[in-house]
């Protein structure tokens, strides 16, 4: 609730003085950063533990009096929250950084591809796949400290989902009008091996010669770039089953297989949830009363956008791109699903006991859809009029939508 007032006295004079402007849905993301790292400071102060303190310790209680001044004294201290909640605060605030970096990257990719030839767009999307490993181990590295269900939804889960939902809501901006299909094709093409990608990676995280290739890369670093004589031997690969739990980061192939099969069940939900969305949100937005506010339409009598990015037929090619990558997602899951039963029967039920978990406890099932909601809340965004990421160029004062 802080955060939305904050939002509203900001934004208040400027809607009513200037109107909207350039990105403003990212200015407003950005307020909301500010927020979350300004309030986990305030939390530090004993001032709002002691309300809790008092709900939980009935014997405690005080006069008003008593409350209020101890309330003031605790103000002035420095922190309350010990000194492994306040590491877990700190790296719950780097995470959010990082989420954010990734949510302006893409909304980057949005104007890019609307601007761009289609030699610039097969650039971006060769680029965005790069970009999407590069999130995934900082996410990684950054959620660490936390739950392994936790560390692999935000690693995971998120950055697939994102990644598949900012790509899907803007092909229709590939131009295959009349002999565009001809010249652009190398578009979708490129945007297709990603989700492909992903798909092959998850057999062969499963393979001997994977594993024997991912220690090999480990244990390199060191002599090479540290000029160390001896050789790492925790990047070699053993056999022993050390901990049902793990996160894949040791040299135990088991602990591995494991990690890695329940790590991509999440990339194939993300992928799959992302394209599906944007094949079940899309037409809302092109035959809709949210027509006007969407660029999903091809209405010239509609002044407001003078240049309109793309039209119905771009539209029913993205939705033909989408189709094609959620079957070939759907059909890899299916075959990788039968690959772990047939040839790796001791990872399946531990795939399957991770899943039941969610069911087992709520809140993880809960985590999960809100991680894939607020993705697919922040593109719809992204693509509305007021929001200016999409139409940051639309208007002819000062970048204001209201015009002279």
Known sequence: ATVYVIQVLFFLPISLTVGTFTCQALVGRAISYLMVVGWYFVLQRPVFAYPALYRNNPEMLVKRFDRI???????????????????????????SFVKSVILYTYAGYMIGVKEGSSSVQTLLGLLLSIAQIAFRKFMQHFAQPFHRDMNFLLSGLTVYNMQATFVAFSTPNIDMNDEGYRTNWHTYFVLFLGPLGDVITAFFHQSELWFRFRNWIKKIPKPVLCCADTTDYSAMGIKIDMDFDGRGTTNAHPDYRRAKAYFDFLVFLGSLAGYGAYMMVSWVFLFGPNKNRYPFNDIPELSFFEERGFTVEDWAWSIAFSLIVFITLLVGFVLFVWYLRRFYADVWPAMINSMYSYGRQPFKLGFAVLILTVTLSDTVIMLLNFSRVWYYDLGDTLGSCRGT
């Open 69 to 95: 001044r101890l309330a003031w004294r605790a103000f002035k201290e420095p922190h309350v929250v010990t000194e492994a909640e306040h590491k877990l605060w700190k790296q719950w605030v780097k995470v």
